[in-house]
């Protein structure tokens, strides 16, 4: 069975304190529930101290983001080996990075590549606008995307690479994926990753729906086949709704 990851992306909110704190009282609460992977992403500039004050917790620290050279003249862009030892997991390819910061497929494939190289686990987002979605083209654009990340690598390592299914249209809008349609989206990325790889490679792939999950939503999600836990957004950053959705995560997941 896919263990399931509740991963929290804490986007540009938090000072180093604040982060601190909200990691701390993160920790007291879901510390029991290893049934679970529990994840954090705080702002870069919060990784060290983030790490710091959980050494040793079961809740694992990821960064939002990664360049895709060991080193060079690329300001204010951060490193996969400058990661080690503040972060095991990576996002790659969030809706806000394509949106604003001229993220495309192609970047997002050699990020995680890198992410790869030096044994981040990359968490690779994809999903569609409204007007796609509203065209019918959901499962086009997704498997594009799925395509374009995962070309050039090995069945063994798309294993070790965690799929984030967010439709674009869903983040942060207060609007989100009935639970069926997101099961279905996973569903369908499932099957690209077969017809890629095979069955087993498919089966061992951990994929995620993100797009406004909350407390109140997470356990009809978690109730889909093809969805093996959530990318967090906003209640990421409230101790007791991330709380509770790993609560309930785990009572599903016994």
Not at 41 to 67: E, R, Y
Not at 97 to 125: G, M, W
Request: aromatic share 6%; with cysteine; proline share 3%.
């Amino acid at each position: 069975m896919r263990k399931p990851m509740m991963a929290g992306n804490w986007k540009m909110n938090k000072t180093s304190a604040e982060a601190v704190a909200l990691a701390q009282a993160i920790h007291a609460n879901v510390a029991e529930y290893n049934n679970v992977d529990r994840v954090i992403c705080p702002a870069a500039v919060c990784l060290q101290a983030v790490q710091n004050s959980i050494q040793g917790s079961p809740v694992k620290v990821g960064a939002q983001n990664v360049h895709w050279a060991d080193s060079g003249a690329y300001t204010g862009e951060i490193s996969a080996p400058m990661l080690q030892g503040l972060a095991e997991y990576v996002l790659i390819g969030h809706s806000e990075r394509r949106q604003y910061f001229a993220e495309t497929d192609e970047t997002v494939s050699k990020k995680l590549h890198a992410a790869l190289a030096h044994n981040l686990v990359p968490i690779v987002c994809v999903g569609e606008t409204l007007d796609q979605n509203q065209a019918g083209q959901t499962q086009t654009v997704v498997r594009t995307q799925v395509q374009a990340a995962l070309g050039g690598l090995s069945g063994a390592q798309v294993q070790g690479v965690v799929i984030a299914y967010e439709p674009i249209w869903a983040i942060g809008t207060g609007l989100a994926a009935t639970a069926e349609q997101a099961g279905q989206t996973c569903g369908a990325i499932r099957r690209v990753i077969a017809e890629l790889y095979d069955a087993d490679v498919a089966a061992n792939t951990r994929i995620l729906y993100g797009g406004s999950t909350n407390e109140k939503n997470i356990g009809e999600i978690m109730q889909q086949a093809d969805i093996d836990g959530a990318l967090i957004g906003g209640a990421a950053l409230k101790v007791e709704s991330y709380a509770a959705m790993v609560r309930v995560t785990s009572e599903l997941y016994p």
